[in-house]
């Protein structure tokens, strides 16, 4: 094992996994929608409404790990294309600025680590992983003025302790070949859309055989080999994306007392369109160590905490705000067109 | 406008003769581009805005979070800029809407819906313009809703988001905090019959561009004689800056015609790709996706 004290000033010590978290993208025509919903439908009530919001698997190089919501967000469900991945959002909508600025934070943080352990507990993220791919959004609108207040909210579980990288990331050419690589290519486009996440079982001759996610308790039962993979909504070399975090929780949870699999591979699949052809190699491989608290392999079900609101621009804790009067208040609308 | 509800809907294939399109060749033109560069995708819009002439799947086409790493005048200076000439209209004339110039209004125009549409967007993007100062302000009043004490101030599986600026940042990622994204909707224009180019920019911070800042990502030629501020036809809001499609069906022809003097037949599934690469001239620095390995 690592013995750091050591260890020539060169050598890292034992490097934590970082997950890029969401930088949210909001389409004008989602508060155009809010608005009326607020108007025609909400009023003042202000418990949480189910919208849905929506990440790709296909950024571009050098973008954030984004995550969107557009006028399309209130339909009663979500619609996503070829390259998307759902987001299960809840909307909490307040009536003053004042309520929207004192509620309770850590409250609705805990209310949602609560909610996204119970999933992984009762396996209904094993056979749904996209549950696990969620966000609050906290919002206050200003009819008169239209500016609109937010604050994003993307749960991710703190679970297990820590993932240690075991070696530097590596591009997923450098793990797997050609044709494995086109095999989980094809895969990945026939999966239904709740299937974020799924298992390449490795067997003593090399054949590899890939899986549901549900499939987990049995491939370590048998004690087979195995690859975690996860559509990646991140584009670095180094990280993968938000909705990666809570599928490694899971994956955890379900592993944690079985000392063999401490050593987790990781594929952060990702794939891109350009000039009409495919392009997976920016995809990613990952070799984890999995660090429980003793607590954590002992059977105890201490709910974990939570963390992922969303920073402002100047990257502090806290909420934003966009002002649409120019675009939106009929009176200035009016004078424009004078 | 109110001109397009009167005018009916093309029911004839007139595409290899004046360049337009009927809503059943948009959706052929449509439904081989999202083949071709899944990157764009269609969307039904709003439920309210339906319109009887297309599928309810099929209202626009969009494609999101476009990256837009350069400024315009960045491209310009690197004389990188690529316009798409037609043989014998060297200026790719096909986006001046106004002929004459754009200091002079209302006459020598073969577009007159147009020209309305032209004098408000000027104003409205004024107008848009000035927010963005205000927005400032009221963003510096509001941003004291700061919570502490969060879980999230020292969590270290965190990376945060690359726009935001941290003391460690590398020289690569100073770069990176430059880049804008669009948003970009192609619409069936009814009146014109032609596809229609939307475009909704962001700005670092995911905040919406005015239109004199998405100026700076357009071709300085094209930009104010081109680009307008309508209503979305499929999706309620604010206006949005749109190429303004009334020479697009010229430019078709020309090239339709190029092609058939090379001795080929261009196909009218093609026809969205080929726009595609034609609107580049107004918008180089815009990396959306379309087959490039086509050549007319």
Not at chain 2, 160 to 185: C, F, M, N, W
Request: charged fraction near 25%; aromatic fraction near 10%.
């Amino acid at each position: 094992m690592e013995s750091t004290h050591t260890a020539p000033p060169e050598v890292r010590g034992p490097r934590v996994l970082q997950f890029e978290l969401f930088s949210s993208c909001i389409d004008s025509g989602f508060w155009s929608a809010l608005t009326r919903k607020k108007l025609d439908v909400y009023g003042l009530d202000e418990t949480a409404k189910s919208i849905h919001g929506y990440y790709s698997i296909g950024s571009a190089a050098f973008l954030p790990c984004f995550m969107n919501v557009d006028h399309a967000s209130f339909e009663a469900t979500p619609s996503t294309d070829s390259h998307t991945y759902p987001l299960h959002g809840k909307l909490q909508n307040f009536n003053t600025i004042e309520k929207f600025r004192d509620s309770d934070k850590q409250l609705i943080t805990d209310g949602e680590a609560n909610e996204l352990w119970n999933l992984i507990m009762s396996g209904e993220a094993l056979v749904n992983p996209s549950l696990l791919s969620r966000f609050t959004l906290l919002s206050f609108v200003d009819l008169k003025k239209y500016i609109y207040s937010y604050w994003f909210l993307f749960p991710a579980l703190v679970y297990p302790d820590a993932l240690v990288h075991e070696t530097e990331p590596r591009p997923i050419q450098e793990a797997f070949t050609g044709e494995e690589i086109s095999h989980i290519t094809n895969f990945v486009a026939k999966l239904p859309k709740e299937q974020n996440a799924f298992l390449i079982a490795h067997d003593a001759d090399g054949a590899m055989e890939i899986l549901l996610i549900r499939d987990l308790p049995l491939i370590v039962k048998d004690n087979r080999k195995v690859t975690l993979c996860v559509c990646d909504p991140s584009v670095r070399a180094d990280n993968p994306g938000w909705t990666v975090r809570n599928v490694l929780a899971m994956f955890a949870y379900h592993v944690r007392s079985s000392p063999e699999y401490r050593r987790v591979q990781l594929v952060c699949f990702r794939q891109r369109f350009r000039d009409g052809l495919r392009d997976v190699s920016h995809s990613l491989v990952l070799d984890l160590r999995i660090v429980f608290t003793p607590n954590q392999t002992m059977g105890q079900t201490l709910i974990p905490k939570a963390v992922g609101w969303e920073r402002t621009e100047k990257g502090k804790l806290g909420s934003r705000h966009v002002n649409l009067s120019a675009q939106m208040d009929p009176k200035k609308l009016a004078e424009q067109a004078v | 406008g109110a001109a397009e509800i009167f005018v009916p809907v093309l029911k004839e294939s007139k595409f290899r003769e004046t360049g337009v399109l009927t809503p059943e060749e948009f959706v052929i033109a449509g439904d081989h581009l999202v083949h071709h560069c899944p990157t764009w995708q269609w969307s039904s819009g709003e439920q309210s805005k339906t319109k009887p002439y297309l599928p309810a799947d099929k209202h626009f086409l969009l494609t999101k979070n476009v990256p837009c790493y350069r400024r315009f005048h960045q491209l310009e200076a690197k004389g990188q800029e690529k316009i798409i000439e037609i043989e014998g209209d060297t200026d790719g004339g096909w986006v001046d809407t106004h002929p004459d110039g754009p200091g002079q209004d209302s006459s020598a125009t073969s577009a007159p819906v147009m020209e309305t549409a032209q004098s408000t967007g000027g104003k409205a993007a004024a107008g848009a313009a000035d927010s963005d100062d205000d927005d400032d302000e009221e963003a510096g009043d509001m941003e004291d809703f700061l919570d502490s004490g969060m879980l999230d101030a020292n969590d270290p599986g965190t990376l945060l988001p690359t726009t935001v600026k941290t003391p460690s940042q590398s020289a690569e990622e100073e770069g990176i905090e430059q880049t804008r994204t669009y948003d970009l909707h192609i619409t069936y224009d009814k009146y014109y019959q032609t596809p229609r180019l939307w475009l909704i920019g962001y700005n670092e911070a995911r905040k919406p561009l005015s239109v004199e800042q998405m100026y700076e990502d357009f071709s300085a030629d094209h930009a104010k004689k081109t680009i307008t501020m309508e209503s979305h036809p499929h999706v309620s809001g604010p206006p949005m800056a749109s190429i303004h499609p009334c020479r697009h069906a010229e430019v078709m022809k020309k090239i339709i015609q190029t092609v058939a003097d090379g001795g080929r037949e261009l196909d009218v599934h093609n026809y969205l790709v080929i726009f595609l690469k034609f609107v580049q001239a107004v918008i180089p620095t815009i990396e959306y996706d379309y087959t490039r390995n086509f050549s007319f």
